[in-house]
């Protein structure tokens, strides 16, 4: 949607903004900038999802520089979407602006579908107010952004892998019945193979994919590095203090998430409470429904895309740490984190983990961790999202 030119005017006068970039002239010295720029704007690096804009005749102090705004120069901006430089050609509009001060012309960059974008081969970001070329972590990101419009990272088949990596009996004696509603598995008469593609638990040609090596895979971790849970308990505040449990979990999903409940009931302490009532209550110090939301979005929502990193989870003496993998994804960023808006980076686990009993509700997961802080006395989570991971640190009831 095209900006107003009341937003435009208000882009234009803030000299901070990394929306907004300025040139004095469209002079051909100045023709790998504007390529350049309109790259960056396209790749839309900080996530804004909201247009770019570059603003023709006007010095980087804001002042007009007098350059005439005639249909030529338009054209000769409108061109840089199909010279073949900047790939996949860029969706921009231009036009004319008049400020009481004169008139610039705008370029109108709107954030691309299919990043990373390219000019002559490089990728241009924004950085701040600068731009520059992309380091490997940005053009993992520009990557992991293409891939929330393609298939499912954890829906695609795994080069390599075979039905003979798949624990079949796990499939028919756990899964089958917990995801298939029995109604629907006496009358549709389908067989193994394809009720694991129904699932997307392989391709359509039976390959397993990566959800189908990380829910039933014999060895799920010898094709997703990265599916597994490192859980320490620290005898103290910091990592520097002694260990008294070093655990790792890895398997099929299932069995992980069994293991990961028993770990966290056991090391959950109790105190007696002889002052909420007539009689004593042991109150423990973490509400287990808590710890298990935490626990499990981290496993739902983590990337297993371009990283080998486990799901950390440390429980020192005064909180339980939880460090997942991969930032917000899709609809949700880091502004709007824990606003209530959903999205799935992994959409064929959050599907198993829900027929599994795991998650109840999608969406309820972060409502319901501070609902039952709350009841039980606990502070409020604190929850670090970036655009690598996202921490959540669940402090002890005092």
Known sequence: MALSDGELHTLLADLESDRVE?????????????????????????DHRQPGVLFIGVRDNGTLSGVPVTD???????SFRDQGNILPPP??????????????AVVEVQPSNTPPVRYKGQIWVRVGPRRAVANSEDERRSNERRRSLDLPFDSRPVLGATKGDLDLGLFEELMIPSLVPPAVLAANGRTTDQRLAALRLTSPDGVPTTAGLITIGRDPISWVPGAWVQFLRVD??????????DKRFD??????????????????????????GTTEARVPDYPIVALQQVVRNALMHRSYEHTNAPVRITWYRDRVEVVSPGGPFGVVTTETFGQGLTDYRNPTL??????????????????????????NGNPKAEFTPTQSHVAVTLRSRT
Do not use: H, W
């Open 22 to 46: 300025r040139k004095e002239s469209a002079s051909n010295s100045n023709s790998d900038r504007i390529a350049q720029a309109i790259c960056a704007f396209a790749n839309d690096l900080a």
């Open 72 to 78: 030529q120069l338009l054209q000769n901006l409108a």
């Open 91 to 104: 969706s921009l509009t231009v036009r004319k602006l008049c400020t009481p001060d004169g008139e610039v």
């Open 236 to 245: 103290g505040t910091t990592l520097a203090d002694p260990l008294n449990d």
């Open 251 to 276: 398997g099929p999903l299932p069995e992980v998430l069994r293991q990961l409940d028993e770990i966290l009931v056991l090391n959950i302490r109790s105190a007696v409470d002889f002052t909420s």
């Open 350 to 375: 959050a599907e198993v983990m829900r027929g599994l009993g795991y998650v109840q509700r999608f969406g309820a997961g972060i409502p319901v961790t501070i609902s039952s802080l709350a009841a």
